[in-house]
């Protein structure tokens, strides 16, 4: 018996409506809604203007990843609206996925682009995020922290940043305040384990290695097949001097499908250990039984420092 109102915004100018539909049916489901009113006339196109027309060939070329082109077609319509947000942001995005595996040189076009986006509309997030991943890239932690800062301050409930802005922490070194962010973004999502697992690994790279594996367990309560986060528990048990405890949790990473980049994770972590010092003989006797496990008969090599999972 409820009304569904139905808002319709056009493609191609500014024009706006709402339709208004009533439930006709029983409560079981069977019925249909029924348009209230007048059926609206065909509408009409508008005639695209010369913005228009260079803005939307730039998103298909974006869309077919000619990134080339499109920043050619995003820049003509900026030419003749300079302060639209949307298509700013778009040419950030087409300068950013140009530097992609190959250089960093576009990246500042795009970090000035994310910055013209947020000038004309100081609300978009994506652009504070986009912006944030670059100058995370360039390993500019101070400028990300301050992006994803601005865009939890839009949206204070956005789980996601807090992962962002945690992976920042943590890549700046400040293991404490990455796993208070993740910390958060666990009680505003708690169906995900994504933050429990960022958390584990956190807490592990502080060496708080039973908080990383009370973490771990909680990422495994929300989805048991998880495999990255049982070889953050591995290495932590490992750590603790727990061989058995390591290995059994190894071995159930192997039996849900862990992947080699994880595997070669847990190969540097364990080396890079074992090379810094002298550990208690307990500790090195887990780290090496551990060690050989994930090294196999395959002889994988470690990941580099600048790698990561």
Same mark, same amino acid.
């Given at each position: 018996? =409820?009304?569904?109102?139905?808002?319709?915004?056009?493609?191609?100018?500014?024009?706006? =409506?709402?339709?208004?539909?009533?439930?006709?049916? $029983?409560?079981?489901?069977?019925?249909?809604?029924?348009?209230?009113?007048?059926?609206?006339?065909?509408?009409?196109?508008? =005639?695209?203007?010369?913005?228009?027309?260079? /803005? $939307?060939? +730039?998103?298909?070329?974006?869309?077919?990843?000619?990134?080339?082109?499109?920043?050619? *077609?995003?820049?003509?319509?900026?030419?003749?609206?300079?302060?639209?947000?949307?298509?700013?942001?778009?040419?950030?995005?087409?300068?950013?996925?140009?530097?992609?595996?190959?250089?960093? !040189?576009?990246?500042?076009?795009?970090?000035? !682009?994310? +910055?013209? !986006?947020?000038?004309?509309?100081?609300?978009?997030?994506?652009?504070?995020?986009?912006?944030?991943?670059?100058?995370?890239?360039?390993?500019?932690? $101070?400028?990300?922290?301050?992006?994803?800062?601005?865009?939890?301050?839009?949206?204070?409930?956005?789980?996601?940043?807090?992962?962002?802005?945690?992976r920042v922490y943590a890549k700046k070194g400040d293991y404490a305040k990455a796993?208070?962010?993740?910390?958060?973004?666990?009680?505003?999502?708690?169906?995900?384990?994504?933050?429990?697992?960022?958390?584990?690994?956190?807490?592990?790279? !502080?060496?708080?290695?039973?908080?990383?594996?009370?973490?771990?367990?909680?990422?495994?309560?929300?989805?048991?097949?998880?495999?990255?986060? /049982?070889?953050?528990? *591995?290495?932590?048990?490992?750590?603790?001097?727990? *061989?058995?405890?390591?290995?059994?949790?190894?071995? $159930?990473?192997?039996?849900?499908?862990?992947?080699?980049?994880?595997? /070669?994770?847990?190969?540097?972590?364990?080396?890079?250990?074992?090379?810094? +010092?002298?550990?208690?003989?307990?500790?090195?006797?887990?780290?090496?039984?551990?060690?050989?496990?994930?090294?196999?008969?395959?002889?994988?090599?470690p990941l580099g420092d600048d790698e990561e999972v």
């Amino acid at each position: 018996g =409820k009304q569904l109102q139905v808002h319709h915004s056009a493609y191609v100018g500014e024009r706006k =409506k709402v339709d208004s539909y009533r439930w006709k049916g $029983d409560a079981t489901g069977k019925g249909r809604f029924v348009l209230e009113g007048t059926p609206p006339a065909d509408p009409l196109l508008q =005639k695209r203007t010369p913005f228009e027309t260079r /803005r $939307d060939t +730039g998103y298909a070329l974006l869309s077919q990843r000619n990134y080339t082109e499109a920043t050619t *077609a995003f820049e003509k319509a900026l030419a003749l609206k300079p302060h639209d947000a949307a298509t700013q942001f778009a040419l950030g995005v087409a300068y950013e996925e140009s530097g992609m595996n190959r250089s960093s !040189a576009p990246f500042a076009k795009a970090i000035a !682009a994310f +910055g013209k !986006a947020i000038a004309a509309d100081p609300k978009y997030t994506a652009a504070y995020e986009h912006r944030a991943e670059l100058y995370l890239f360039e390993k500019k932690y $101070d400028p990300a922290i301050a992006d994803m800062t601005r865009l939890l301050a839009l949206d204070p409930r956005s789980w996601e940043g807090y992962m962002g802005r945690g992976r920042v922490y943590a890549k700046k070194g400040d293991y404490a305040k990455a796993v208070a962010d993740t910390q958060k973004a666990a009680q505003l999502a708690p169906e995900e384990d994504t933050p429990w697992t960022a958390m584990a690994l956190y807490q592990y790279q !502080a060496q708080k290695f039973q908080a990383a594996i009370n973490s771990g367990l909680k990422a495994l309560k929300i989805d048991n097949s998880e495999t990255e986060v /049982r070889i953050t528990i *591995a290495c932590a048990y490992a750590r603790l001097g727990k *061989a058995a405890e390591a290995l059994k949790t190894y071995s $159930d990473a192997k039996d849900n499908g862990v992947s080699t980049t994880e595997r /070669r994770f847990g190969i540097r972590e364990l080396q890079h250990f074992l090379k810094k +010092g002298t550990p208690p003989p307990a500790v090195k006797a887990a780290v090496q039984k551990l060690l050989e496990q994930f090294i196999g008969p395959d002889q994988q090599e470690p990941l580099g420092d600048d790698e990561e999972v």
